[in-house]
């Protein structure tokens, strides 16, 4: 098979044409046969391995393949899935923890490989921290960037939560943006303004001192001013779609065939081409998503990131598989997610928080049959409560004038529990992801022992 076969079937010297090595020696199994679980597009790596093995198979020996069978597949999975904090408590951080010291070896490999670029961003942060602490007339504008740069990481960093996810997602569009989105469109309303005094604006909403004549508030006018929030966390989506992308892509380009789960829907995918019988609706709509990525391109992408699509992580894979170029790919993902997606989105949560239409909203609710009169009251009693907190004055505390709002407290034991299963799925996924290298490194021991 490929460059073991044609290594046996060189001539040595002493030995005429008409007498070659026999392809065959006794007690050695010559043919080896593919995995029925692995793809068969071309060349793949699992081939690849198995010609590297042919080539180092010696005269009746044979080398015991670090490729494992589908039964010894399913096993490790079965048994992966088991390593989770509330099955298994003390393994699980322990294989967290060892995560944790291999991953920060890694990156501090890394940071030492790149140690002149590493050098020249802390001389610069440095340099800025020094000019910060020294008064003089720049300190303001400094101030000002500063203040502008947090606020842009804060949303850019809940962005790439929200689109990794490390297995579950942090939706933190639901948790922060959308929220702040409707805040924002409720205070412009009330205020008729959107020049909210800064501070405390944008970690608290008042209105401006000054009487603003009366105007009719403008949806874009309010689209305005979340723009540049809007616009990094669309930005952190995009970025968070990155590691599926170079996964696939990694994996086409070595010729080694990953164990990950993150291939597994792809692969299967491939499988279920041949026989689109066995197809259900929700593979037809995925084997669509992959012929519009690899068929139209750029704009195919571009369509793909757009709209709320959770199937975006299999476009990734697949633009990485087929080699997509990397600016190719993350340009359409970026002015589709930070742009195009991102106006659509605020422009729903900026209708639907329209002081006319909640309001009309708020009052449908009387009409829910038993719980309709207990639902109602909350939310007007809270939306007065917010309108006032608007209007309060400076350096009143929101807390002296609202009391305690069930609406509220409901809503942040809700982020404190996303929070918290988003803390657990870390811990799970790492404990996982060392259960995989541990199996890995031992295949790999055993191999080199044969």
Not at 126 to 149: D, I, R
Not at 276 to 294: A, T, Y
Not at 362 to 372: E, N, S, Y
Request: proline residues 6%; contains cysteine; aromatic residues 10%.
């Amino acid at each position: 098979m490929g460059r073991g076969k044609n290594r046996r079937g060189r001539s040595k010297p002493g030995q005429g044409k008409c007498s070659p090595k026999p392809d065959t020696v006794p007690g050695t199994r010559t043919e080896i046969p593919e995995p029925n679980h692995l793809l068969t597009m071309g060349d793949t790596s699992a081939q690849k391995r198995f010609q590297r093995k042919g080539s180092k198979q010696a005269n009746g020996s044979s080398m015991i393949s670090s490729v494992p069978t589908l039964e010894e597949k399913l096993a490790e999975k079965q048994e992966r899935e088991k390593i989770v904090l509330w099955r298994r408590p003390i393994q699980t951080l322990n294989y967290f923890s060892r995560e944790c010291g291999i991953l920060s070896a890694e990156y501090m490999i890394k940071l030492w490989n790149n140690k002149k670029s590493v050098l020249l961003i802390a001389m610069l942060i440095g340099g800025y921290y020094a000019a910060y602490k020294t008064p003089g007339p720049h300190h303001p504008l400094l101030q000002s960037v500063a203040k502008e740069c947090w606020w842009c990481a804060w949303w850019l960093w809940l962005g790439i939560l929200s689109s990794v996810g490390l297995g579950t997602g942090l939706h933190t569009f639901l948790l922060y943006l959308g929220p702040h989105i409707a805040s924002v469109t409720l205070a412009a309303y009330s205020c008729n303004s959107v020049e909210f005094p800064s501070p405390p604006y944008p970690d608290d909403i008042m209105c401006p001192e000054e009487e603003v004549a009366a105007k009719e508030m403008s949806i874009f006018t309010i689209m305005s001013k979340v723009r540049l929030e809007a616009f990094m966390w669309g930005a952190g989506t995009a970025l968070g779609e990155l590691p599926p992308y170079f996964m696939a892509r990694g994996a086409r380009l070595s010729g080694y065939d990953p164990d990950d789960e993150e291939m597994a829907e792809f692969e299967e995918l491939q499988r279920l081409k041949e026989r689109p019988e066995d197809m259900s609706f929700i593979d037809r709509v995925k084997l669509s998503v992959e012929k519009l990525v690899e068929r139209v391109g750029f704009f195919g992408i571009l369509a793909c990131a757009s709209i709320p699509n959770p199937l975006f992580d299999l476009a990734g894979i697949t633009c990485g598989h087929f080699l997509v170029p990397f600016w190719t790919f993350f340009g359409a993902t970026l002015i589709g997610k930070a742009i195009i997606k991102m106006h659509i989105q605020k422009m729903f949560v900026i209708i639907a928080f329209n002081e006319s239409l909640l309001a009309r909203a708020v009052g449908l609710l009387a009409f829910v049959p038993v719980i309709g009169s207990k639902l109602e009251q909350p939310f007007k009693s809270f939306l007065e409560k917010q309108k006032k907190k608007f209007h309060r004055k400076p350096g009143t505390s929101p807390e002296s004038q609202d009391g305690v709002n069930i609406i509220a407290w409901i809503f942040e034991k809700f982020i404190l529990l996303m929070v918290a299963y988003f803390i657990i799925s870390i811990i799970n996924s790492f404990a996982q992801s060392y259960h995989k290298r541990k199996h890995k490194m031992e295949r790999e021991n055993k191999l080199a022992k044969d």
